[in-house]
């Protein structure tokens, strides 16, 4: 008996991995190419100039950290049509979508405020007249990318929803494609676009933000299967204020203060760094972005695991969670290992693709390093907020995030740099172990966290959507 009900819990394991694969594989090309979007963006207005350069990367410094945040409060979404699915209840997804392109056209005006006042502060941050206009002028145009970004937001958590994720690919990949001659016609002036040099980027990124939406929109309307909660969702409502959008709000909101939290952690300690010279932030950007990269497979997983376990949650299915969790955790430390063996081995090859400066690689190398170091530590928390917002357990996310980022990572992290308190100052690197201690803080937390919440989920001690 003992064996038969291993090899059942085996069997529902490899089923529960294919669907996770299945989900996961397009979300992660998906991020991919919205990667290589920024790349591009990055790419042409280097060509355009070195002050077109600092002005984009001076706007994304920006618009980068308000659009991720206020976006992810709407990342709950595919997590809430899961469970509505899990437990039979299909017919009120469309009434959970409607509220939700409501609540983001109320986002729509927060996220244009903040991004007003952040373009207002480039007089404050450089002494160049041209380059904060010119940054300024970049986030005037991506402003008004703003409503599709929302919209594809509440469409694509449809799609996730209902395990659907092929169709987010298609259509990063349709704006990886169009990126290119677009950029280059807003930056350099072509095909009747005026040219606007590094701030075209902002044009181009709104041009095919819009254009993504409304595919990705059309293709909701177009499914067969999808067409009645679409047509639900486009219904104008009788009231604008509904339980469905304070739960959303419920839960999304701490899943947007941790995304803040985590990214101005990262680019506040490049901020530290930054008196020690250019080599050594030149250096730190190098790590960061190798980071970002392998990130990308962790957080796909992550969404992937989310939309599964909602629906198992909903259905009941207690067996199929534990086998889903255990697979997902062997395959991704599997794949995590390869990760960290690839970038120890090829570090000295990773850098010399960014540059030529001997000390630059040779401090970017260490860094990489001490980068493969932490991958389980991310890789764990990536995951386990993942099935904490399949549990519908966000706000301990929120608090892991300020605790371990800002109360504990932010200042290890500059009396790791800059200091001789603790340790002899180890510059950029100590910036890395700050990263490594206070990652692997947050999902020890987290995990702690799972390992109750799973249970009370069972139990029937969380409330429905």
Request: net charge positive; charged share 10%; hydrophobic share 50%.
């Given at each position: 008996?003992?064996?038969?009900?291993?090899?059942?819990?085996?069997?529902?394991?490899?089923?529960?991995?294919?669907?996770?694969?299945?989900?996961?594989?397009?979300?992660?090309?998906?991020?991919?190419?919205?990667?290589?979007m920024?790349?591009?963006?990055?790419?042409?207005a280097?060509?355009?100039?070195?002050?077109?350069?600092?002005?984009?990367?001076?706007?994304?410094?920006?618009?980068?950290?308000?659009?991720?945040?206020v976006?992810?409060?709407?990342?709950?979404?595919?997590?809430?049509?899961?469970?509505?699915?899990?437990?039979?209840?299909?017919?009120?997804?469309?009434?959970?979508?409607?509220?939700?392109?409501?609540?983001?056209?109320?986002?729509?005006?927060?996220?244009?405020?903040?991004?007003?006042?952040?373009?207002?502060?480039?007089?404050?941050?450089?002494?160049?007249?041209?380059?904060?206009?010119?940054?300024?002028?970049?986030?005037?145009?991506?402003?008004?990318?703003?409503?599709?970004?929302?919209?594809?937001?509440?469409?694509?958590?449809?799609?996730?929803?209902?395990?659907?994720?092929?169709?987010?690919?298609?259509?990063?990949?349709?704006?990886?494609?169009?990126?290119?001659?677009?950029?280059?016609?807003?930056?350099?002036?072509?095909?009747?676009?005026p040219?606007?040099?590094?701030?075209?980027?902002?044009?181009?990124?709104?041009?095919?933000?819009?254009?993504?939406?409304?595919?990705?929109?059309g293709?909701?309307?177009?499914?067969?299967?999808?067409?009645?909660?679409?047509q639900?969702?486009?219904?104008?409502?009788?009231?604008?204020?509904?339980?469905?959008?304070?739960?959303?709000?419920?839960?999304?909101?701490?899943?947007?203060?941790?995304?803040?939290?985590?990214?101005?952690?990262?680019?506040?300690?490049?901020?530290v760094?930054?008196?020690?010279?250019?080599?050594?932030?030149?250096?730190?950007?190098?790590?960061?972005?190798?980071?970002?990269?392998?990130?990308?497979?962790?957080?796909?997983?992550?969404?992937?695991v989310?939309?599964?376990?909602?629906?198992?949650?909903?259905?009941?299915?207690?067996?199929?969670?534990?086998?889903?969790?255990?697979?997902?955790?062997?395959?991704?430390?599997?794949?995590?290992?390869?990760?960290?063996?690839?970038?120890?081995?090829?570090?000295?090859?990773?850098?010399?693709?960014?540059?030529?400066?001997?000390?630059?690689?040779?401090?970017?190398?260490?860094?990489?390093?001490?980068?493969?170091?932490?991958?389980?530590?991310?890789?764990?928390?990536?995951?386990?907020?993942?099935?904490?917002?399949?549990?519908?357990?966000?706000?301990?996310?929120?608090?892991?995030?300020?605790?371990?980022?800002?109360?504990?990572?932010?200042?290890?992290?500059?009396?790791?740099i800059?200091?001789?308190?603790?340790?002899?100052?180890?510059?950029?690197?100590?910036?890395?172990?700050?990263?490594?201690?206070?990652?692997?803080?947050?999902?020890?937390?987290?995990?702690l966290?799972?390992?109750?919440?799973?249970?009370?989920?069972?139990?029937?001690?969380?409330?429905?959507?």
């Amino acid at each position: 008996m003992p064996d038969k009900r291993h090899t059942h819990h085996l069997r529902l394991g490899r089923e529960e991995l294919a669907r996770i694969l299945s989900l996961m594989i397009p979300l992660y090309l998906a991020n991919l190419m919205s990667m290589g979007m920024g790349v591009i963006d990055t790419v042409v207005a280097g060509r355009a100039g070195t002050q077109d350069l600092a002005a984009v990367a001076l706007g994304c410094s920006v618009t980068a950290p308000i659009m991720v945040s206020v976006g992810a409060i709407l990342s709950i979404l595919g997590p809430m049509v899961s469970r509505l699915l899990g437990e039979g209840r299909e017919s009120r997804v469309g009434l959970l979508m409607n509220r939700a392109l409501i609540l983001s056209v109320l986002l729509m005006f927060v996220e244009l405020g903040l991004l007003y006042g952040g373009s207002c502060i480039f007089p404050l941050i450089t002494n160049l007249p041209k380059l904060a206009a010119g940054a300024a002028e970049y986030v005037y145009y991506l402003m008004y990318a703003v409503p599709a970004s929302l919209v594809m937001r509440v469409v694509q958590g449809c799609w996730e929803g209902y395990s659907r994720t092929r169709p987010a690919m298609v259509v990063c990949l349709l704006g990886l494609v169009l990126n290119v001659p677009l950029n280059y016609a807003c930056v350099f002036g072509q095909w009747g676009f005026p040219a606007l040099g590094g701030p075209g980027c902002g044009l181009a990124t709104t041009i095919v933000h819009w254009l993504m939406c409304i595919v990705l929109l059309g293709l909701l309307m177009l499914s067969r299967q999808h067409r009645r909660p679409a047509q639900q969702m486009l219904a104008l409502p009788r009231r604008c204020t509904h339980p469905l959008m304070r739960r959303i709000l419920q839960l999304g909101l701490p899943l947007s203060v941790a995304s803040l939290c985590e990214m101005s952690y990262f680019c506040v300690v490049t901020l530290v760094i930054a008196p020690l010279g250019e080599q050594m932030v030149s250096a730190q950007q190098i790590a960061i972005n190798i980071s970002g990269v392998v990130f990308m497979f962790p957080l796909s997983l992550s969404v992937a695991v989310s939309i599964r376990s909602s629906f198992l949650i909903g259905a009941r299915r207690r067996h199929a969670f534990r086998a889903m969790v255990r697979s997902v955790l062997k395959f991704m430390y599997a794949t995590v290992a390869i990760f960290m063996i690839g970038m120890i081995s090829f570090a000295r090859a990773i850098t010399s693709l960014y540059t030529t400066d001997p000390l630059v690689a040779s401090t970017a190398s260490g860094l990489i390093i001490l980068c493969a170091l932490y991958q389980f530590s991310d890789a764990t928390q990536a995951l386990m907020a993942g099935l904490l917002r399949g549990c519908h357990d966000t706000s301990i996310i929120t608090w892991a995030n300020i605790f371990c980022y800002w109360l504990l990572g932010f200042p290890l992290s500059v009396l790791l740099i800059r200091t001789d308190w603790l340790l002899p100052a180890m510059g950029p690197a100590g910036a890395w172990w700050s990263f490594i201690i206070s990652l692997s803080v947050v999902a020890f937390i987290l995990y702690l966290r799972f390992c109750s919440t799973s249970r009370a989920v069972f139990a029937g001690r969380h409330g429905r959507v």
